[in-house]
């Protein structure tokens, strides 16, 4: 079974800290994304990486960067953390494949911005 | 550009009621499509895929999906819903070769005893 693992269930941070959200995957998976989840607006894609040090941009990148130095380690970082930014967190990885791209997520991370 | 809709936000139904729920998506080539589930407090799960060959897909928990070409219709049918299916469901697409999923914004299932 494809494990991704968050390192925190729970997360409350000041306005201006700088926070790190950690995701571990352990299949082997080069894709790996970060996405953010508010009621009525479904999950919104933050950044992705297809391999290691790579990294695109989502739909929504502002505020937000990553960073991948192992394939299995997937990390988002707020760098001025704001009380907008206080949402669901899910990580989620997929084989690189041709053919479809099932994505297996973590349980999230529920970030607080006071 | 792709994108996914969803046309019901929220649903309440009895038990052994029929359910579907309505997804449309836009996206000019060949299609992955799936449909995932979060239950309350739990990751989020992938509840059945197409990919390709029979358009009628079959998932986990009785759940079942018909894919409609002509429509971009991917709705998601299950004939008698249960207490347990209380959840809130996503319909994603995912264009051929693409790394990226597009999630719909949910449909949030209640489903009274």
């Known amino acids: 079974d494809v494990k991704v693992t968050q390192s925190s269930r729970y997360l409350v941070k000041r306005t201006g800290e700088k926070v790190f959200l950690e995701c571990v995957q352990d299949?082997?998976?080069?894709?790996m994304f970060w996405y953010r989840q508010d009621p009525g607006l479904g999950l919104r894609l933050i950044y992705f990486?297809?391999?290691?040090?790579?990294?695109e941009k989502g739909d929504i990148p502002e505020g937000y960067s990553v960073s991948r130095e192992k394939k299995e380690r997937f990390s988002l970082i707020l760098e001025s953390a704001s009380t907008n930014q206080t949402s669901m967190y899910l990580c989620?990885?997929?084989?690189?494949?041709?053919?479809?791209?099932?994505?297996?997520f973590g349980p999230g991370t529920r970030l607080t911005v006071l | 550009a792709q994108s996914v809709s969803q046309h019901n936000h929220h649903v309440i139904l009895s038990e052994a009621a029929s359910l579907e729920l309505g997804c449309n998506y836009s996206?000019?080539?060949?299609?992955?499509l799936f449909w995932y589930v979060q239950y309350p407090g739990q990751h989020l799960q992938l509840l059945l895929k197409?990919?390709?060959?029979?358009?009628l897909v079959k998932g986990i928990k009785g759940f079942e999906a018909e894919f409609i070409k002509s429509k971009f219709s991917f709705n998601l049918r299950k004939p008698s819903v249960q207490w347990s299916d209380t959840a809130e469901y996503f319909c994603?697409?995912?264009?051929?070769?693409?790394?990226?999923?597009?999630f719909g914004k949910g449909t949030r299932l209640h489903i009274l005893p």
């Open positions: 989620a990885s997929s084989l690189m494949a041709e053919s479809y791209n099932e994505q297996f």
């Open positions: 996206y000019g080539g060949t299609v992955n």
């Open positions: 994603a697409v995912n264009g051929r070769g693409g790394d990226k999923i597009i």
């Open positions: 990486s297809y391999d290691v040090k790579m990294k």
């Open positions: 197409y990919f390709s060959g029979d358009p």
């Open positions: 299949m082997d998976h080069e894709n």
